[in-house]
């Protein structure tokens, strides 16, 4: 509820204060304030028209598109915030004399439609930046209805105190005012980049820096008091992740040291240009030194994989010549050979590891077998009465056709075996003695023979690996974002802050020398004073 009061107070009052000099202006000229309320009529409409769109489409979406939502909206709200930050921060205390050259330049440009036009997008930036804002502090918010409750009074608050500011019987040191504001709208700006990292996450948009960091379920019970001013208001969770605190400080403190730094200690422009330079060169160094800093990870796998008992022996994959691969049973000290067909290739799963597999059949027909069965064998054989068999109206004999069949299945990732096992199951065809059709029985071993020899890869060691490789397929994704991703975008900062440094230095407004501008009486650097909002409705 504190973030979004915070939010709609001050929201409220800039866009109040926008309102209030435009009126006040257009008083002390003789105009009608008409055009200028149809204006704000509208873009109030349109910024509510816009954060119920975009609550209704969030809530029509899949939880996983949600979470991409939510993560956009809070990246965009971030943005708006910090701009509005910043701009009141340089702009606060010529605030009234820019709207009023604005507005005479509206007055004699267009007369009362650039007026409208003046009104409605002031306003539209305010309301547009809040409906954002609002939705996205909703979403991290722990309830939903006293967020809610907040926003509308700081709404309020910020209508009263435009309107005291208005007639003149409030006075409020605006510069002052947004300093005190703005510091506790970057705090609430740093929680949506960890609240924005998060769904980002939960869409699947961001897999790396996930490791746990501290664990602040000590301070922030569900239910208490600190845990609705670090959770619900700052959007700190009780389990922040590396990236989310990393994202964290390089928002929050950045953005604190520009706001906040003494007035009286900011560097020329020369020095300024040649510091963009040094952090410039800074961060493409740190960019390229990450690569070689986080080793790309290695897989370090058997070739092969064991048998489980009884069986005996390992199974392992070959890649041939030509590319082609096979696989390789080992047992007793034979080796058996299984051509693995492009063909029968199969794209699919293996207990979630992205994976190929190969589905075998091979038939064969076993010789000097019997041709006829009696009922009695045929139980014996198949350890019941077959189904469809009934010994008083098909007593036997049978005629009996036999088969082999061996079904062998290979799931295998990055030219890794991850499981490879093989069935082999006898079968009898039965015909005659009044069966209306043949009945084909499996039996549990061929006459004479023993049970039929199957295989599979030892379970543990298939966990194993399956183990070996998630793990090794999350340390790929963290190399690549820390490693590749990471330089990419801190070679991009760089570009941009040294492309911005040089355009001071070689540019037209080259600054010839450094050094703070002094007041003729002291010697020191001239301080700007601050002017009141009361002036504003002068």
């Not at 560097?267 to 740190?286: E, Q, Y």
């Not at 290979?410 to 082999?424: S, T």
Request: aromatic share 6%; proline share 6%.
């Amino acid at each position: 509820m504190l973030a979004t009061l915070v939010i709609g107070l001050r929201e409220g009052l800039e866009a109040s204060l926008i309102i209030g000099i435009i009126a006040a202006f257009l008083r002390r000229n003789g105009q009608s304030l008409l055009p200028m309320w149809l204006g704000v009529g509208l873009a109030v409409l349109l910024s509510i028209a816009v954060g119920v769109g975009l609550s209704l489409l969030e809530q029509a979406l899949p939880q996983a598109q949600q979470e991409a939502l939510e993560t956009i909206i809070g990246a965009v709200a971030v943005f708006f915030v910090t701009g509005m930050i910043l701009w009141m921060s340089a702009h606060a205390r010529s605030l009234r004399r820019e709207l009023e050259a604005e507005a005479a330049e509206a007055l004699t440009r267009a007369g009362i439609w650039a007026m409208v036009l003046m009104a409605f997008l002031a306003v539209l930036r305010e309301g547009f930046e809040t409906s954002v804002f609002l939705l996205a502090t909703f979403s991290a918010a722990q309830s939903a209805a006293w967020a809610a409750a907040g926003a509308i009074a700081g709404l309020l608050l910020a209508v009263c105190v435009g309107w005291g500011i208005y007639a003149g019987g409030v006075k409020i040191n605006l510069s002052r005012f947004f300093r005190i504001t703005g510091g506790f709208l970057i705090l609430v700006a740093a929680g949506l980049v960890l609240s924005s990292l998060r769904t980002a996450h939960e869409a699947g948009w961001l897999v790396a820096g996930q490791q746990r960091t501290v664990d602040l379920s000590w301070l922030v019970a569900p239910g208490t008091v600190l845990s609705a001013l670090i959770t619900g208001v700052l959007g700190i969770p009780a389990d922040p992740r590396l990236i989310e605190v990393l994202g964290w400080l390089a928002y929050l403190i950045p953005v604190s040291v520009y706001v906040y730094w003494p007035q009286s200690r900011r560097p020329g422009p020369l020095l300024s240009a040649r510091l963009k330079l040094g952090l410039a060169a800074a961060l493409a160094l740190a960019g390229a030194a990450l690569p070689l800093a986080i080793p790309a990870p290695r897989l370090d796998l058997p070739a092969t994989l064991a048998l489980a008992a009884p069986a005996g022996g390992t199974v392992g994959l070959q890649q041939g010549a030509d590319g082609a691969a096979s696989l390789v049973l080992t047992q007793d000290g034979a080796r058996q050979t299984f051509a693995l067909p492009a063909g029968l290739r199969q794209d699919g799963a293996h207990d979630g590891i992205p994976a190929a597999s190969w589905a075998l059949r091979s038939v064969a027909v076993p010789e000097g077998l019997p041709d006829t069965l009696t009922l009695d064998e045929v139980v014996q054989l198949a350890g019941r009465v077959p189904a469809g068999l009934t010994p008083a109206r098909h007593p036997g004999p049978y005629a009996a056709s036999w088969m082999v069949v061996t079904n062998t299945s290979v799931w295998a990732a990055g030219g890794v075996l991850i499981d490879a096992a093989q069935k082999v199951t006898p079968v009898v065809t039965l015909s005659g003695s009044g069966l209306p059709a043949p009945r084909v029985v499996t039996v549990t071993a061929l006459p004479g023979a023993a049970p039929a020899a199957a295989w599979q890869a030892d379970p543990a060691q298939v966990k194993t690996t399956i183990t070996a490789l998630r793990a090794h397929e999350a340390a790929r994704q963290e190399h690549r974002f820390w490693a590749r991703r990471i330089p990419v975008a801190l070679a991009l900062v760089a570009l941009l802050i040294a492309v911005g440094a040089l355009r001071s230095l070689i540019g037209p407004g080259r600054p010839s020398a450094p050094g703070p501008r002094l007041s003729p009486k002291t010697g020191r650097r001239a301080a700007t004073t601050t002017e009141g909002v009361s002036h504003a409705a002068e």
